[in-house]
């Protein structure tokens, strides 16, 4: 009978914490198990399958940038004890950007860590509140985030540490007005390289939004600032927020015959223009009177 009512119990906790009002087709998918592994030095991959988190660590605390869905948590918990790192020693969460697939588990990994949480002005209005905001392009399609406590507002250009890591943000609005991508370095036997961490910069939005219409960027002048930071920056080795898009898993495979498969510095300037053509195509449609999700 115990048993019984404590099954019930277990299965009532997670529907609830599924329940989500808009469907999300990917999501089962996105967050299928995977294993944590060393992406260079001590940068980390700690996501899921389809949704990256990365930890990076040191002596002093580790940081951790970005937390996939609200249901990923323990996923990302038990990737950072299997690589031998504690949750309890990340002293920073960054974010991409505050949607629900990479911002969803920051809160309850914030309350099992003590970490501080940073972010641009709009990702840490957004977090603190816990809903998606009217001028967020997906406003009305997609879930808020779990409401983030301690929220700590950024600069653009502006360095956190923790210990010897240093980690930069660079606003890089376009597919949320608060996206930022993160660039840090790490070493390995003594060879030193640039990590970014390049946030999302499709333009994804509900049925009818027009980003030609949208008055603080009419023309996807914040996209155009966005592509030219990741043309110009340093960038030996690049992750983004659905690490397929930087080709994070065939670069993997390509490791086990090519030791530096993931190191490639031509990869954020690819992406650049990859998005941009994409945004072309977007701005092209609403002209052409067609405006719709991508
Ligand atoms: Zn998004």
Redesign the pocket.
């Known amino acids: 009978m115990f048993r019984k009512i404590a099954l019930i119990l277990l299965l009532t906790t997670l529907l609830l914490a599924t329940e989500r009002r808009y469907p999300c087709s990917n999501c089962a998918v996105w967050n299928t198990p995977q294993k944590g592994f060393r992406i260079f030095g001590n940068t980390w991959y700690v996501g899921t399958h389809g949704l990256s988190a990365v930890l990076v660590t040191s002596d002093a605390g580790h940081v951790l940038i970005d937390a996939a869905l609200p249901e990923s948590a323990p996923l990302i918990e038990a990737n950072i004890r299997a690589l031998g790192f504690r949750v309890e020693d990340v002293k920073l969460i960054v974010n991409s950007?505050a949607?629900f697939?990479?911002a969803g588990a920051i809160a309850e990994l914030q309350q099992r860590s003590g970490a501080r949480v940073a972010a641009s002005p709009w990702t840490a209005a957004v977090m603190k509140a816990g809903a998606v905001p009217r001028d967020d392009p997906?406003f009305g399609i997609i879930d808020p985030i779990p409401a983030v406590a301690r929220v700590k507002i950024l600069k653009d250009g502006q360095t956190l540490s923790v210990g010897p890591i240093q980690m930069t943000a660079r606003f890089t609005p376009g597919?949320?007005p608060g996206g930022t991508t993160w660039t840090w370095r790490s070493c390995e036997n003594g060879r030193c390289l640039n990590l970014v961490y390049a946030d999302?910069l499709s333009a994804?939005s509900k049925d009818g939004y027009r980003y030609t219409k949208r008055k603080e960027n009419p023309h996807g002048e914040d996209f155009e600032r966005s592509f030219a930071f990741l043309e110009s920056t340093p960038c030996d080795i690049l992750v983004t927020p659905h690490p397929e898009s930087s080709g994070l898993w065939t670069r993997l495979a390509q490791r086990e015959t090519q030791p530096d498969a993931m190191v490639d510095s031509n990869a954020c300037k690819v992406l650049a223009q990859n998005l941009r053509g994409q945004l072309q195509k977007r701005l092209a449609k609403e002209r052409a009177g067609t405006p719709g999700r991508r």
């Open positions: 950007h949607h697939d990479h997906q597919h949320t999302s994804v």
